[in-house]
């Protein structure tokens, strides 16, 4: 049986733990999400009219990078948002990324209302997308996702560094 001393400090390596693992899922969502970036800006120069592959990919990326966003956000900040982190530096970095990370968020958005073309939808199949336009979205939503990814990164590494051993060193 457990003391209370002994659950209170399993309880931060348990987090931590969990973190590590909600962390290698994210970089792996990411890798997914640049891996479809590279083969969308494959295609340029877009034509006015998008071809099926094209259309396909871009709608893909689009379901990615939401989704990428979504777990980046939960995967992230979850225990910052439930008051369970207590890490200094990981506070810190959180909070001075924060408003930064939220811009980014919202130009994901817009480029998601954008683009996102969902064949399923009669609504979704007669919109028309501003091809136009595609290539320096496209440009300006790589640069933001560089550096939304730093900044992640930089939380990343905060909390992976921290000590996992909690209890007070014993003289």
């Known amino acids: 049986m ?5 659950q209170a400090s ?35 120069p877009f034509e006015e009219e998008l071809d099926e592959e ?3 990919t871009l709608t893909e990326f689009c379901e990615i990078l939401i989704d990428y966003t979504a777990d980046a956000h939960f995967r992230l ?7 369970k982190e ?11 990324s924060y408003n ?6 919202r130009i994901i958005l817009d480029f998601n209302d954008r683009y996102f073309h969902d064949i399923d939808y009669e609504e979704s199949r007669s ?15 790589a640069e933001v996702l560089a550096i939304r990814i730093q ?18 060193a014993e003289a």
Not at 17 to 37: A, C, V
Not at 100 to 105: C, F, H, L, Y
């Open 2 to 6: 457990l003391t209370s001393n002994q």
């Open 10 to 44: 399993d309880q931060p390596q348990e987090r931590r733990g969990e973190s590590r693992k909600l962390i290698k899922e994210l970089i792996h969502t990411r890798t997914e999400l640049l891996s479809l970036l590279s083969r969308l800006v494959a295609f340029k």
């Open 54 to 56: 094209v259309q396909e």
């Open 77 to 83: 900040y979850r225990f910052i948002d439930e008051n």
């Open 86 to 96: 207590r890490r200094k530096a990981v506070l810190e970095i959180a909070e001075s």
């Open 100 to 105: 930064k990370i939220s811009e980014i968020t």
């Open 127 to 141: 919109k028309q997308l501003p091809i136009k336009n595609l290539e320096s979205d496209l440009s300006t939503l």
């Open 151 to 168: 900044l992640e990164d930089d939380l990343i590494e905060a909390m992976v560094k921290g000590p996992l051993n909690t209890q007070p």
